[in-house]
């Protein structure tokens, strides 16, 4: 049984930083590219990050793009999302997502497994 478990959120104020976590088991972790994708109120579910099977492509979404920082480490099958300087407007529910020989894709499509997410909520 494939699982995601998501760590690492919470309510900071704007200008800080938080550190996500995403602990798979039941997959081979080093085969599978992650992606770190949001939903905020109202709106749709985007991709705001994302890291090849390999770890050697990353793409970011333009908001996000200087402030956060995707890595993995395959030893510890764990995907992490560094946000720094947030701001209100990444307040949101934020997933990790695994995909089989994902190639660091942003389109939710490409990735089969997924996290039930962790609230980060941003005060101005």
């Known amino acids: 049984q494939v699982q995601l478990v998501e760590s690492g959120g919470g309510l900071v104020q704007a200008g800080a930083s938080l550190r996500l976590s995403c602990v798979a088991s039941?997959?081979?972790?080093?085969?599978?590219?992650v992606g770190w994708f949001r939903q905020a109120p109202g709106k749709e579910r985007e991709c705001v990050a994302a890291?090849?099977?390999?770890?050697?492509?990353?793409s970011y979404a333009d908001s996000v793009k200087g402030r956060f920082t995707i890595s993995r480490d395959n030893a510890k099958n764990t995907g992490y999302l560094q946000m720094n300087s947030l701001e209100p407007e990444d307040t949101a529910i934020y997933y990790c997502?695994?995909?089989?020989?994902?190639?660091?894709?942003?389109?939710?499509?490409?990735?089969?497994?997924w996290g039930q997410g962790t609230q980060v909520t941003v005060s101005s």
């Open positions: 997502a695994a995909g089989f020989l994902a190639q660091g894709t942003m389109t939710s499509r490409d990735y089969q497994h």
């Open positions: 039941g997959l081979t972790f080093s085969t599978h590219g």
């Open positions: 890291i090849s099977w390999a770890g050697g492509t990353t």
